[in-house]
């Protein structure tokens, strides 16, 4: 186990590194290589805080007491739809750059001009704000809250979570979908798919299992989980499976059905990201997101047990990744492909992530030992 | 009866006596012991040391073979057997292929967990298990939990089970003996079964297959084939000739066969027009239609010396004769088409275009043998 | 103490109402088919197998003279029955839901609905396959459906969705089938033994399979229960949207959008869902079963409908909002259609019944109450009919070239079949609830206090 002190400083080596070739890409790429790279890790950081986010108000409107002794840890990281926010503020200054409706051009296209009335960057920035500041609200209510039933072990907060744990999840939807839409799909506003909502949540539900997961793994391992049984860790794998079955199925519904009709107006938005390298990266990415973690999460000892499945835990955060990747670079352009620029995004980012996600492992106890149903829960069996 | 008992049960009143009572019976070493509960009762396989079910892995390598089927074969049969280019996609359209095996691969590993757990792990249907004609049976299906010690190649200490049953906690000790069938079910029952089901198989194939050619012949559903309407060649009782078909109402008209109307051969010169240019399309429709039809009596040149003249005994029109060379446009159309003298009608062979363009064709051909000077290069 | 009643309030209520026990359960349930049916079962019946009669006589009709005595013509080539179609299938899917997907989250309430739900899953599929064989031309002919050597040399065609349904609708009956006859094994195991007529003693034998409860047989029974729960999972999921794709792989404005298999399966739920309240609260208290079917139950299902109901909402947002942000002009004229013009209503309708008024649902005590609960099923069934109604007849009726734009008239043959349908589907639930066991015994005991080892109190959800 690595010393608590020397862990910050192991990944401040690469932390800079990364930092610095973040800069050089700016200067050395432009604007738009290093936006692009920015938008996918603000996009990525933001949807496994997201993810968290609605699994805490899930469990609320389910009644589910399985999961509560694991409940701190998606509570925790919810934070992350929060601490994005400076994240957001540096890609507002992207619109201009990778956003064709930004250009004056677009008001020239019929079709694009149309929507200039929602695509504009003064009402993004606004539903970019209004959708961090609901996000804040929600997360102090459902996981500062909980934390809060900490000291105070009144039952009051159950009660309350699970009345407004439902609104949580009707603004989530639309705010999930908002940002789906505004970030990701007006990337090239020609192109619409209503199932795109669906779509990213599919990747954001499984980013918040996933990082759930990895933090049920870091908490276990040094054991500050007690009580959390193969039955436990059996229903969380079990999401993971599920998911992971949906997630492909949304894909490969919105890509069969564009395929299918052929339609100009929708496939080419496939076409660019089919084509030579990006036609590998697919493969990859359904590798990753579906083969491999599908044949290891088909056994039942995969599923129960947190040393297995936080590998492929890992490799479905990893896979996500290279969804929300390969959603936005190829607007880049043809030629463009991923080298050192991404990988020092990678470098930085990754370090950061980790480090944030350490310090929001210690906020609160490791469970929720001011809910009532904490024992009961401990005591569940399959 | 037989008089071997295969097996000693006793009852417990609850699923917790039960599984106080298994490990007490189990560290006699009495024989194998075996449970039989109204519901499955959580931990039961592991105090009786059951081995976990095969099921998983079988479930799992039958649908890996039902999607391998069903992809191969919608290979086969969209790329390979008959390719048939629809909706301009691919004879391997693995998008579209991707449902079908969808579907088949939960087929298969549906019917393997379902069929494979009641046939092979299950052995059912079987009727003849010794337990089954007990009196506690009536208890384990409804409240009831059993303990059986079973025999060990055949050898059982009856006494030994009973005390070490009813020291656990049992109650009603049984002593179960076989039934009329054999214990486990023998090969030619399960042989028999398959016969059976083969059998029924192929009366339905045979039955749906006499069905499917039979039904379709029968009113209604060969309503299609012999329909009220009326169609060419079939008899009609509506009309005197008895023929369905009737021939067109006197005065229609065929299309593009609009006639002259009252012109008198005289009057044609003047009341029939040339519509056309005479442009070089024109003409070379003019030649061709001419030397199709009206060279072997016209001759190639138009002056009616051809080598039909002599045995014919008919005297075809010189074109460069001074009469044929006055006749108007309209006169030599008149004369194509209703004919003249000797000359057939040639308004059935020619549409009137084709006349026209006839006309201008003798028109050079005139000239061709009488041209001024001007014409020449 | 106050922490005791706190966490009394904030548990679910106990799964069984009462002191019951494993007998006394297996006397109130399986009893049942052993006693002849009441007066009222038999005036139902009467009424239910006359609608059904009127149904399929017109289905004769329809055979001898054509499907011209249908509304379907030019531009809606696809009318009534595809309507139909979609919407038995859609209600199918809860009883599977509350089958196999309740049960992979070991939602225990679950058990005693979940005989009943199945059962009304094949009923619906049975009614649903009657009208992909009535709507074609030539229904003698539907063996051609199947990929088999012919003496045309011909194959199937794997790249029409409607093949895909084939296969999809088939093989969800199957698995279904299988799934609720394995489950009922051990129950006429049961009533294998209690019976005391001979005739019944032989065909409970047989249909149990000589089934004795041996611990070996339970776990190879547990296995195959929790592969097939999976399995029909994934058909859930699977089925309805192949359904959709009949739709959605289309060029027609209206019916090319992405978002149509999980729209079409949220709905299919949701009709669904409705369809077993509308069925379980008279089934519950005229069979005497209020205290195994408690309010708690109808309380989770009606939860569940509102869920599917906010769901619906979201999609039918998310169309209207493509229908703008696509800039498409012939999506955004039939969008407007979908609300306005001459079957504008049927719009307005589906949406008042699939949206609105389940909203109802939040109020707890609407929620609990018996009248509201009716009226809210009702409601989303109809709605939800009417839905399908808009999508398909009216996408159709005006899409690309207003020199195509036609009405379609529904005839008294194509509403007589509807009906029929109903009366089939009601046939069959009365018939089930008299001759077979309708709550699972051997699931419901296997959660009543003192059944498991160990757990001395109730199993809780």
């Not at chain 1, 994005?84 to 020239?108: G, M, N």
């Not at chain 1, 102090?140 to 900490?150: P, T």
């Not at chain 2, 030619?188 to 089901?197: R, S």
């Not at chain 3, 979201?314 to 169309?319: A, L």
């Amino acid at each position: 186990m690595s010393d608590r002190r020397s862990f910050p400083a192991a990944l401040a080596v690469p932390a800079l590194l990364g930092l610095a070739g973040m800069a050089a890409t700016a200067f050395h790429f432009g604007a738009a290589r290093f936006f692009a790279n920015w938008i996918v890790w603000f996009l990525f950081l933001l949807t496994i805080g997201l993810g968290c986010l609605f699994i805490v108000a899930l469990e609320h409107t389910v009644r589910s007491h399985w999961s509560v002794p694991i409940r701190r840890i998606p509570e925790r990281m919810s934070g992350l739809a929060v601490w994005v926010a400076p994240l957001a503020l540096v890609a507002l200054f992207s619109l201009p750059v990778l956003y064709p409706w930004t250009q004056p051009e677009a008001a020239h296209d019929a079709m694009v001009a149309g929507k200039l009335g929602w695509l504009n960057i003064p009402f993004f920035s606004a539903r970019t704000a209004v959708s961090l500041v609901l996000w804040g609200f929600c997360y102090a209510l459902l996981c500062l809250g909980s934390m809060k039933q900490d000291a105070s072990k009144d039952p009051a907060f159950t009660v309350k979570a699970r009345k407004w744990a439902p609104l949580v999840l009707v603004i989530f939807g639309f705010t999930l979908t908002n940002a789906a839409f505004d970030w990701i799909s007006s990337l090239e506003p020609l192109w619409y798919s209503d199932i795109f909502g669906v779509y990213v949540f599919a990747g954001t539900f499984l980013a918040g299992i996933a990082g759930t997961a990895l933090g049920v793994a870091y908490l276990v391992k040094r054991g500050r989980l007690p009580g959390v049984t193969f039955d436990h860790v059996y229903n969380l794998g079990g999401f993971l499976f599920a998911f992971i079955v949906f997630w492909s199925y949304i894909a490969f519904a919105q890509y069969m059905l564009q395929w299918y009709a052929n339609m100009p107006e929708e496939v080419f938005w496939y076409q660019k990201r089919i084509e030579g390298f990006w036609l590998v990266f697919v493969w990859v990415m359904a590798a990753l997101h579906f083969v491999i973690p599908f044949l290891f999460l088909v056994s039942r000892r995969v599923k129960g047990s947190i040393r297995l499945l936080a590998p492929m835990a890992g490799l479905i955060l990893a896979a996500h990744f290279l969804d929300l990747f390969w959603m936005v670079f190829p607007v880049l352009g043809e030629g463009v492909l991923p080298s050192w620029p991404e990988i020092s995004f990678a470098l930085f980012f990754v370090p950061a992530g980790l480090l944030w996600a350490r310090r929001a492992m210690e906020r609160g106890e490791d469970m929720p030992v001011g809910d009532p149903l904490l024992e009961k829960a401990l005591a569940f069996k399959l | 009866m037989s008089d071997k008992p295969v097996a000693v049960l006793a009852l417990f009143p609850s699923a917790q006596a039960l599984m106080d009572a298994v490990p007490k019976v189990r560290e006699k070493n009495l024989g194998t012991l075996q449970a039989y509960t109204p519901y499955p009762v959580h931990g039961l396989d592991k105090a009786l040391g059951l081995k976990p079910s095969p099921l998983g892995i079988m479930v799992f390598a039958m649908g890996a073979l039902g999607a391998t089927l069903a992809l191969l074969f919608e290979w086969w049969t969209s790329a390979s057997d008959y390719p048939v280019r629809i909706g301009g996609k691919a004879f391997f359209s693995w998008q579209a292929f991707v449902p079908v095996m969808f579907e088949v691969t939960v087929l298969f590993a549906a019917f393997t967990a379902g069929l494979g757990m009641i046939t092979l792990m299950n052995r059912l249907p079987w009727f003849g298990h010794p337990v089954l004609h007990t009196n506690a049976i009536k208890a384990i299906t409804r409240d009831g939990f059993a303990l059986a010690v079973e025999a060990v190649k055949g050898e059982l200490d009856v006494e030994a089970a009973t005390a070490a049953l009813e020291e656990a906690g049992g109650a009603e000790v049984e002593v179960v003996f076989p039934c009329t069938e054999k214990i486990p079910p023998g090969p030619t029952l399960q042989v028999f079964k398959i016969l059976a089901v083969a059998a029924g198989c192929a009366v339905a194939g045979i039955t749906m297959y006499f069905a499917i050619k039979l039904f379709p012949v029968l009113p209604p559903m060969a309503d299609m084939e012999e329909q009220v309407k009326a169609i060419p060649y079939e008899s009609s009782a509506c009309f005197e000739d008895g023929m369905a078909m009737r021939p067109p109402v006197d005065g229609t008209v065929a299309r593009g066969m609009l006639p002259m109307g009252p012109v008198t051969e005289e009057a044609s010169g003047s009341v029939l027009v040339n519509p056309l240019a005479a442009t070089t399309e024109v003409l070379a429709e003019g030649r061709e239609r001419y030397e199709a039809l009206c060279i072997a009596c016209h001759g190639p040149l138009g002056n009616g010396k051809m080598s039909l003249s002599k045995e014919y005994k008919a005297t075809p029109a010189n074109f460069h004769g001074a009469t044929v060379k006055a006749y108007a446009d309209g006169r030599l159309y008149y004369a194509i088409s209703k004919g003249k003298n000797a000359m057939a009608a040639y308004a059935v062979d020619l549409t009137p275009e084709e006349r026209w363009a006839v006309v201008h064709y003798i028109r050079a051909l005139q000239r061709s043998q009488d041209a001024p000077e001007e014409d020449l290069p | 103490m106050a922490d005791n009643e706190a966490l009394r309030d904030l548990l679910p209520p106990p799964l069984v109402e009462g002191d019951v026990t494993p007998g006394l359960l297996d006397d109130q349930v399986l009893e049942t088919p052993e006693q002849k049916p009441p007066k009222a079962w038999f005036l139902a019946f009467f009424v239910t197998s006359g609608m059904f009669l009127i149904g399929a006589a017109l289905i004769g009709y329809t055979f001898a003279t054509g499907v011209g005595v249908w509304g379907n013509n030019s531009p809606v080539f696809w009318g009534f029955p595809i309507v139909n179609f979609v919407f038995w299938v859609g209600i199918g899917h809860a009883g599977t839901l509350i089958s196999a997907i309740l049960f992979l989250f070991r939602k225990r309430w679950r058990n005693a609905i979940a005989r009943f739900a199945e059962a009304m899953t094949l009923f619906a599929l049975m009614c649903a396959a009657i009208f992909p064989l009535i709507h074609v031309g030539r229904p003698w002919f539907a063996f051609w459906l199947f990929p088999y050597p012919n003496e045309r040399a011909l194959w199937v065609n794997f790249r029409s969705p409607l093949l895909w349904d084939v296969f999809a609708v088939n093989t969800y009956f199957a698995v279904s089938a299988l799934f609720w006859f394995l489950g009922m094994v051990p129950d006429l195991a049961s009533m294998r033994e209690r019976t005391k007529s001979k005739f019944r003693k032989l065909l409970y034998t047989i249909g149990s399979l000589g089934w004795r409860g041996s611990a070996n047989d339970w776990k190879h029974f547990e296995m195959a229960y929790l592969l097939l729960a999976g399995l029909a999972t994934g058909l859930v999921l699977s089925v309805h949207s192949v359904v959709s794709f009949d739709f959605a792989v289309s060029l027609v404005p209206g019916w090319h959008m992405t978002i149509f298999p999980p729209y079409f399966v949220t709905g299919a739920i949701f009709a669904g869902f409705a369809m077993v309240v509308l069925v379980l609260v008279p089934v519950r208290k005229i069979m005497g079963f209020s205290h195994l079917i408690t309010d708690h139950h109808l309380d989770v299902m009606n939860k569940v409908i509102l869920a599917m109901a906010c769901l619906m909402g979201y999609s039918y947002f998310m169309e209207g909002y493509t229908a703008w942000y696509s800039q498409n002009p012939y999506i955004h004229h039939i969008f407007t259609k979908y609300v306005t013009g001459t079957y504008g209503w049927a719009g307005i309708l589906t949406l008042t019944c699939n949206v609105l008024i389940p909203q109802l649902l939040w109020f707890p005590k609407l929620r609990k109450s018996i009248p509201v609960m009716i009226f809210v099923a009702l409601s989303v069934t109809v709605g939800m009919w009417f839905e399908r109604f808009v999508i398909f007849l009216v996408s159709l009726h005006q899409d690309f070239l207003p020199s195509s734009w036609g009405l379609y008239i529904p005839t008294s043959v194509d509403v007589g079949i509807l009906l029929g349908s109903f009366g089939l589907f009601f046939t069959l639930v009365l018939l089930f609830a008299r001759m077979l066991p309708v709550i699972s015994t051997t699931e419901v005991k296997m959660d009543l206090k003192g059944a498991q080892p160990h757990h001395g109190e109730e199993a809780h959800e």
